[in-house]
């Protein structure tokens, strides 16, 4: 019959002990930082949707802003042929009146007249 030692364990108990230590540590220590990966890779997503959301914003304020602001001002008239087109189109509403009645054929010459000269 063997002789079984008591108190302090052999060397082969220390060994096996010590490697079931170091696995149960491993595990642990790997799903840790499994963890805080997926913790940290979820912020990081996060914070790239709020910070396309505030770019958005900022991008369609500022397609607002230039809207607002590049719209041509309204052209001054050339003076030369733009006078022309004027007394043309004045004359052109004074000969449709003259048509519809409003005016009479010397009420039509006597406004003529005074838009030529």
């Known amino acids: 019959m063997p002789l079984r030692r008591f108190g302090r364990p052999g060397l082969i108990g220390l ?11 491993s595990a642990v220590g790997g799903a840790m930082s499994r963890h805080q990966q997926q913790r940290a890779q979820g912020q990081y997503e996060q914070e790239q949707y709020e910070a396309a959301q505030q770019q958005a914003q900022i991008d369609a304020a500022a397609r607002n802003a230039a809207s607002q602001y590049s719209a041509p001002p309204p052209a001054a008239p050339a003076p030369g042929p733009a006078g022309a087109d004027d007394m043309i189109a004045k004359l052109q509403q004074l000969a449709s ?20 000269s």
Do not use: P, Y
């Not at 009645?101 to 005074?114: C, W, Y």
């Open 97 to 116: 009146l003259k048509d519809s009645g409003v005016l009479s054929e010397t009420e039509f010459a006597a406004a003529k007249q005074k838009l030529l």
């Open 15 to 25: 060994a096996a002990r010590t490697a079931v230590v170091a696995g149960t540590a």
